[in-house]
């Protein structure tokens, strides 16, 4: 197991707890679990929208910084895909020091893609939060309920609906050379799709 997995373990186990049993990462089940993780310089060129058609939702962001890391199934450990977050329109905090920004997060499992886009709380880290100091701030994202955060799906996630829910810790303390370190987990809620039968 990865160091940069074993330092939010603690969350891994909280969150998949609290999640509905029977998650599956692979993409088949309705509730997903699944960790973010990796060290990454941001890439800008837009690529990961640009694969999947998305150049409209791109243009109405003004562009976006990308992070390419691994994307963990939160139950083994086992690096099962990859991800990319890619973050906009930063607006800081008018009474604290923490900032807001539009995430649109890239799911690749091997099922499919799923993509999710919304706002993301980042928070610096209070020193009795936490004994490792390789992340300095806390990141979280709740959507209200009903809302569906997921714009993009696609195989086993086509016309997917859901919230996609974010809490983790990310190491800022390179942000000026564009790098950001990433240790968070999504807990990926999807609407059961109905099948014909049950329109009877």
Not at 145 to 169: E, H, W
């Amino acid at each position: 197991m990865r160091p940069k997995i074993r330092t939010n373990f603690f969350l891994v186990i909280l969150v998949t707890l609290l999640s509905a049993s029977g998650a599956n990462a692979g993409g088949f089940g309705k509730n997903i679990v699944v960790v973010l993780a990796g060290t990454e310089k941001a890439d800008v060129s837009g690529e990961h929208f640009y694969q999947l058609g998305l150049d409209d939702e791109l243009a109405e962001l003004g562009g976006a910084a990308c992070f390419d890391i691994d994307l963990i199934d939160a139950r083994t450990g086992w690096v099962i895909g990859s991800g990319a977050d890619c973050l906009s329109g930063m607006t800081e905090s008018e009474s604290d020091d923490g900032v807001s920004v539009t995430a649109t997060t890239f799911f690749y499992f091997p099922g499919g893609t799923l993509v999710s886009q919304g706002q993301v709380t980042v928070q610096p880290v209070l020193t009795n939060l936490t004994d490792d100091p390789q992340f300095t701030h806390v990141t979280g994202a709740a959507p209200l309920p009903g809302t569906n955060n997921v714009i993009y799906g696609d195989r086993r996630f086509r016309n997917a609906k859901g919230s996609v829910r974010l809490s983790g810790l990310v190491n800022l303390s390179r942000f000026g050379e564009y790098i950001i370190d990433f240790d968070c987990v999504f807990i990926i809620d999807l609407e059961k799709k109905r099948r014909w039968w049950d329109w009877r």
